[in-house]
């Protein structure tokens, strides 16, 4: 492909190398003298799979471009390797409790550490009911390439909203990375379908794993299946195998 | 006769070298010392210590790089519940899901307000007195009250003897 406009690629495929060039002004505003110029251009954000490059942008993975006012634009690419980001929400493993840290299994590259101190209450005499093998829903403080990435599971005023251990028995299972973006962008269809089912809990972490939990195992195992099939399922199939099971199970 | 001039022509060289020695540098003429400082002078000068090199400039860069999807989609809270299953995470949900849009509400208007400022800057005064005269003396606390009641009150405090009427 080269190197396009930035406006052309959108919605198409990108590959790796590709180069997309950003405007430098638009040609019909107005000239100024007093320095307006420079303001008028806009910010432009790069998301994940995007590169700078100069004044232009680099792709640096494959999937398809996509845009958001006023000037975002990422690369919505199908990938299970997970990459920490800093501020995201993820389901880890703890591994091991040495002192007081707690080594977490993210799914990354390497294991993150957890204090004991970032849950929601705890302090140096009460510490929390961590064991190895839980499941905890946190989000990372501390990621980047050159340091051991750190979650916490209480945000800056102290409260868990929601973070934490998660409870027993539930059922956890892996999905690609953009299946739960999928799941979780706003009105999204496969979850307004989910709502309709039965009464179930879901806990969806950004490191590509989900954790589901309903009235008996049974049920649990469905919703398991339904979503880890959502990943190869066109629109029309997904609402067909949906509507079986509100119909029936309920 | 060829034999002769050679020799003194190595002689003067040898002289020339000689006077070259430092320990024969006073012997030198004020010219070629003249000289060597204009030398030295000339190879650090202040270009000396500049690199040869085109400007750098530092330009201001219209992109910013984001690893991250959230500023990207704005997503969903990822704890989710439904048809009451965990009644705590519905809550949850309701809250962490509307405070996106709660924010841009605030942002935009100004704030709603149950006290003016006015009001908050006479509750202050009357604050600011009462503590201060919770702190003052008591000597200091009379003062305070006559000041603030404008000696009338110290007028009625003089206390003179009043005669009996018969």
Request: charged share 30%; aromatic share 8%; glycine share 6%.
């Given at each position: 492909m080269g190197?396009?406009?930035?406006?052309?690629a959108v919605g198409q495929v990108v590959l790796p190398g590709d180069v997309l060039l950003i405007p430098s002004q638009s040609p019909d505003a107005p000239l100024s003298l007093s320095g307006a110029q420079q303001t008028s251009r806009i910010k432009v954000v790069c998301g994940p799979g995007l590169l700078?490059?100069?004044?232009?942008?680099?792709?640096?993975?494959?999937?398809?471009?996509?845009?958001?006012?006023?000037?975002?634009?990422?690369?919505?690419?199908?990938?299970?390797?997970?990459?920490?980001?800093?501020?995201?929400?993820?389901?880890?493993?703890?591994?091991?409790?040495s002192g007081d840290v707690f080594k977490v299994d993210i799914g990354g590259s390497e294991q993150a550490s957890l204090s004991f101190l970032a849950f929601e209450g705890a302090t140096k005499k009460n510490?929390?009911?961590?064991?190895?093998?839980?499941?905890?829903?946190?989000?990372?403080?501390?990621a980047n390439k050159d340091m051991e990435p750190e979650l916490v599971c209480i945000d800056s005023s102290g409260k868990a909203n929601g973070m934490g251990v998660i409870g027993q028995d539930g059922f956890m299972f892996?999905?690609?990375l953009g299946l739960v973006r999928k799941l979780l962008t706003p009105q999204n269809d496969?979850?307004?379908?989910?709502?309709?089912?039965?009464?179930?809990?879901?806990?969806?972490?950004?490191?590509?794993?989900?954790?589901?939990?309903?009235?008996?195992?049974?049920?649990?195992l469905i919703v398991a299946n339904l979503l880890e099939a959502c990943e190869y399922l066109t629109g029309t199939q997904r609402k067909n195998v949906f509507a079986r099971f509100a119909d029936n199970v309920v | 006769m060829f034999w002769s001039t050679k020799a003194t022509e190595m002689c003067l060289q040898q002289t020339n070298l000689i006077c070259f020695c430092p320990f024969m540098q006073r012997s030198l003429d004020a010219e070629t010392k003249k000289q060597m400082e204009e030398d030295e002078k000339r190879i650090?000068?202040?270009?000396?210590?500049?690199l040869d090199l085109p400007e750098l400039k530092e330009k201001e860069s219209f992109i910013i790089e984001e690893r991250?999807?959230?500023?990207?989609?704005?997503?969903?809270?990822?704890?989710?519940?439904f048809k009451g299953f965990n009644p705590e995470v519905e809550k949850l949900m309701v809250q962490m899901n509307s405070k996106a849009d709660a924010e841009d509400v605030?942002?935009?208007?100004?704030m709603d307000v149950d006290i003016t400022d006015e009001e908050m800057a006479q509750r202050y005064e009357s604050l600011v007195k009462s503590i201060q005269k919770k702190f003052a003396k008591k000597r200091d606390q009379k003062v305070l009250d006559e000041d603030e009641n404008q000696n009338v009150k110290s007028s009625k405090m003089k206390k003179t003897f009043l005669k009996p009427q018969d």
């Amino acid at each position: 492909m080269g190197s396009v406009r930035v406006e052309e690629a959108v919605g198409q495929v990108v590959l790796p190398g590709d180069v997309l060039l950003i405007p430098s002004q638009s040609p019909d505003a107005p000239l100024s003298l007093s320095g307006a110029q420079q303001t008028s251009r806009i910010k432009v954000v790069c998301g994940p799979g995007l590169l700078r490059r100069g004044d232009d942008l680099q792709v640096c993975k494959c999937g398809l471009l996509k845009h958001r006012d006023p000037a975002v634009y990422w690369v919505d690419s199908q990938q299970k390797r997970y990459v920490p980001v800093k501020g995201d929400h993820i389901i880890g493993i703890v591994t091991t409790k040495s002192g007081d840290v707690f080594k977490v299994d993210i799914g990354g590259s390497e294991q993150a550490s957890l204090s004991f101190l970032a849950f929601e209450g705890a302090t140096k005499k009460n510490r929390p009911n961590v064991k190895v093998g839980d499941l905890v829903y946190g989000q990372f403080i501390v990621a980047n390439k050159d340091m051991e990435p750190e979650l916490v599971c209480i945000d800056s005023s102290g409260k868990a909203n929601g973070m934490g251990v998660i409870g027993q028995d539930g059922f956890m299972f892996k999905v690609s990375l953009g299946l739960v973006r999928k799941l979780l962008t706003p009105q999204n269809d496969i979850i307004q379908e989910m709502m309709n089912i039965y009464p179930l809990e879901i806990v969806i972490g950004m490191n590509g794993r989900i954790w589901t939990k309903a009235k008996t195992i049974q049920q649990t195992l469905i919703v398991a299946n339904l979503l880890e099939a959502c990943e190869y399922l066109t629109g029309t199939q997904r609402k067909n195998v949906f509507a079986r099971f509100a119909d029936n199970v309920v | 006769m060829f034999w002769s001039t050679k020799a003194t022509e190595m002689c003067l060289q040898q002289t020339n070298l000689i006077c070259f020695c430092p320990f024969m540098q006073r012997s030198l003429d004020a010219e070629t010392k003249k000289q060597m400082e204009e030398d030295e002078k000339r190879i650090i000068s202040d270009e000396h210590w500049y690199l040869d090199l085109p400007e750098l400039k530092e330009k201001e860069s219209f992109i910013i790089e984001e690893r991250s999807f959230h500023p990207c989609e704005d997503f969903l809270y990822g704890r989710m519940s439904f048809k009451g299953f965990n009644p705590e995470v519905e809550k949850l949900m309701v809250q962490m899901n509307s405070k996106a849009d709660a924010e841009d509400v605030v942002e935009e208007g100004k704030m709603d307000v149950d006290i003016t400022d006015e009001e908050m800057a006479q509750r202050y005064e009357s604050l600011v007195k009462s503590i201060q005269k919770k702190f003052a003396k008591k000597r200091d606390q009379k003062v305070l009250d006559e000041d603030e009641n404008q000696n009338v009150k110290s007028s009625k405090m003089k206390k003179t003897f009043l005669k009996p009427q018969d």
